[in-house]
């Protein structure tokens, strides 16, 4: 394997609206309630974004142990433009894995651990595909460089309309 990487989702519940920043107040009604402000992905919106992508060369195998802390949302990790080649599910590394799988459910408190090799350069998104989370904090970015494959993609270029 070239490249691992444990990636943990949470929430937070916060007094303050998502978009704050600075010291925030933990709001244990909204956390009874399930209605965080935030969901993060390592902690902190942008942590995998603008902090800290995730890095690959083409042609790399990648293994990303993904986790949902909780504490109440499950997750549907997915990684977008991506087929995971292994999934295994609950975090068994001990039981045969699941193939070729788009999108995989990692339950509240529980892991899982995907396997692909990347085979076009991008930025790929990782998400939890219950997206309207992502406009709350919930996204990273797996930065693959490397030389194009034009046989598996190859981006179509705008026409002029003029």
Do not use: C, W
Request: hydrophobic fraction near 35%.
């Amino acid at each position: 394997m070239d490249r691992e990487f444990y990636v943990m989702q949470g929430e937070i519940y916060t007094e303050e609206a998502f978009g704050t920043s600075g010291l925030l107040t933990e709001s244990y009604e909204k956390l009874l309630n399930e209605r965080p402000e935030f969901f993060v992905m390592n902690g902190h919106v942008g942590a995998l974004t603008d902090h800290y992508p995730l890095k690959a060369q083409v042609g790399e195998s990648v293994r990303i142990f993904y986790g949902s802390g909780g504490p109440n949302y499950s997750a549907a990790f997915h990684v977008i433009g991506e087929i995971f080649d292994r999934v295994h599910p609950y975090g068994s590394l001990t039981s045969p894995p699941l193939e070729n799988v788009q999108t995989a459910m990692v339950p509240a408190g529980g892991a899982i651990m995907t396997e692909f090799t990347t085979q076009v350069p991008g930025t790929y998104v990782l998400v939890d595909h219950a997206l309207s989370r992502a406009e709350r904090g919930l996204a990273g970015h797996l930065i693959v460089e490397g030389e194009e494959n034009h046989e598996i993609f190859n981006p179509m270029e705008e026409e002029d309309t003029a």
